[in-house]
């Protein structure tokens, strides 16, 4: 059983801050990488930044220079400082946890997700 927890979520004027937190939990063998994606009403959910167990971390286009993720490894936990936002960075978003998970006989890889975290961008 793998549990994550977000928090941070809220709304802001634009040009402000949000700082996004996700903590997992639970039987993990190890993580391989954990990562915030967003999802509008209508649109396909899309990934927003993503880092490994190596600190390589990935940005989408749109949020390159305003947003920065960090991990705590020693927590299990994923955070999003999200700077200068716009009111198009309003969505949902959900935590992803990709992680290995370790059973008597075997090891596999599994994707979890959170339940999200409505972030409104709005004077």
């Known amino acids: 059983q793998v549990q994550l927890v977000e928090s941070g979520g809220g709304l802001v004027q634009p040009g402000g801050s949000l700082r996004l937190s996700c903590a997992a939990s639970g039987s993990l063998f190890s993580i391989n990488a954990m990562g915030w994606y967003r999802q509008e009403p209508g649109k396909q959910r899309e990934l927003v930044a993503r880092?490994?167990?190596?600190?390589?971390?990935n940005y989408a286009d749109s949020v390159k220079g305003r947003f920065t993720i960090s991990r705590d490894n020693a927590r299990n936990t994923v955070l999003l400082q999200m700077n200068s936002l716009k009111p198009e960075d309003t969505a949902v978003y959900y935590c992803k946890l990709e992680a290995r998970i370790a059973t008597l006989s075997k090891f596999y890889d599994n994707d979890y997700w959170g339940k999200g975290t409505l972030v409104t961008v709005s004077s």
């Open positions: 880092i490994t167990s190596g600190g390589s971390t």
